[in-house]
């Protein structure tokens, strides 16, 4: 518990000198001294002396970080069109010379060599202690066997297990999170969710997954199958969905749908990031379709509101990026949708998240949390 309170400090806070530490926690020194040593030698903290500002005498006190030179943890994404493997230190920040990416392969087995290879170029450096791997994946997953039980637009991964694979083949701990409740973390860890124990994430990147943060805890349901708001049937003759069924809302209300229906109007293929790109540089005017995709993300929106009243609603998107008042529309259209008490008790803004923090906030949760219970699990 002392590691833990002394870590959520750290982390919380920033940079601090044992002396901060122990105004902080209310714990004794001599523990304080006892935990960090601990917590350095796990790889977990860093003892540093910072650079003195320049024309200032004396050399500045210790400080305690989260470690990020001596110590590692690897977020890997797996993605529908595209994976990413990160690396990071347990202060979770991400920089472009610590990523690399590969499109998705179209078997299992490709996959999970490419990501074992990927890896490996992190693992290389002796000098750099890993702690774990963290894993993002869309679809259905069932924690309890942290197995991938079904992914509408994956269907390689069907009834796989990535954690357990790269586990057996790089020789870490790996914890796979949905990529829904991976976003959530990433927010409560490192966006604007900091401090919040009640709120809910909106993914409409790829499909429209759900994740709920009630408690301080993510919603999982009974094997962690909650969330897949994306298949509620919202035309039962619309488009066919991947998971079988026509008419899912996730058809209509995504940012590959989007690209899907401009795609249409245009007569060739683009992506969601030419999307933006043409939209955003006024080469494209997609009122129609933006209008529609909108109209049905608000739907979405309302229920989520209605069903889980939460404190705010962080929605997670690229369709966002192409206008400056697309999520001002979405606002104004939930507002219509959603039961005006619950809308008014609700904060809805964008996600500044990402699923690579994601990923990496779910190993680092779980290194911390493997060290005992919170102070508040024990009342």
């Known amino acids: 518990m002392n ?106 087995e490709k996959l999970i060599d490419l990501l074992v290879q990927e890896a490996s170029t992190f693992l290389e450096n002796s000098k750099i202690k890993t702690l774990g791997i963290g894993i993002s994946v869309p679809g259905l997953m069932n924690y309890r066997k942290q197995q991938i039980v079904f992914s509408p637009n994956l269907h390689q991964a069907d009834g796989q297990s990535p954690a357990l694979d790269l586990s057996e083949r790089l020789g870490f701990e790996t914890i796979m999170l949905q990529e829904s409740h991976a976003l959530c973390l990433a927010e409560s860890m490192f966006g604007e969710a900091q401090g919040m124990d009640d709120f809910a994430m909106l993914d409409l990147s790829a499909g429209l997954g759900l994740g709920v943060m009630s408690g301080g805890k993510i919603v999982t349901g009974h094997s962690g199958l909650g969330g897949e708001l994306g298949h509620i049937t919202v035309d039962p003759q619309g488009t066919l969905c991947g998971c079988g069924n026509r008419g ?27 999307v933006v790109e043409q939209l955003s540089s006024g080469k494209y005017q997609s009122t129609q379709e933006i209008s529609r995709t909108l109209e049905y993300l608000a739907i979405g929106v309302g229920a989520v509101i ?28 939930a507002e219509s949708r959603a039961l005006a008490p619950a809308m008014a008790d609700c ?11 994601g990923a990496v906030a779910a190993i680092i949760s779980q290194v911390t949390s493997s060290m005992g219970p919170t102070l508040e699990q024990t009342t």
């Open 3 to 108: 590691e833990r309170r002394v870590l959520e400090v750290i982390r919380e806070n920033g940079p601090a000198s044992r002396a901060e530490v122990t105004r902080v926690t209310g714990i004794s020194a001599p523990t304080v001294s006892k935990v960090v040593a601990k917590l350095i030698e796990k790889g977990l903290i860093e003892e540093l002396v910072p650079e003195a500002p320049e024309g200032t005498l004396g050399r500045p006190g210790k400080t305690l970080h989260l470690s990020s030179q001596s110590a590692q943890v690897l977020g890997i994404v797996v993605d529908i069109n595209r994976c990413w493997v990160v690396s990071a230190g347990l202060d979770g920040r991400l920089s472009q010379e610590r990523m690399r990416n590969f499109p998705t392969p179209d078997t299992y």
């Open 347 to 357: 904060d809805l803004r964008r996600a500044r998240g990402s699923k690579r923090q």
């Open 306 to 333: 209605n069903i889980f009243n939460p404190a705010s609603l962080f929605v997670h998107g690229r369709l966002f990026d192409a206008g400056p008042n697309y999520f001002d529309q979405l606002i104004k259209l």
């Open 248 to 274: 899912c809302l996730e058809t209509v209300a995504t940012d590959t749908s989007l690209a899907i229906a401009i795609s249409e109007t245009l007569g060739y293929t683009v992506d969601i990031e030419e």
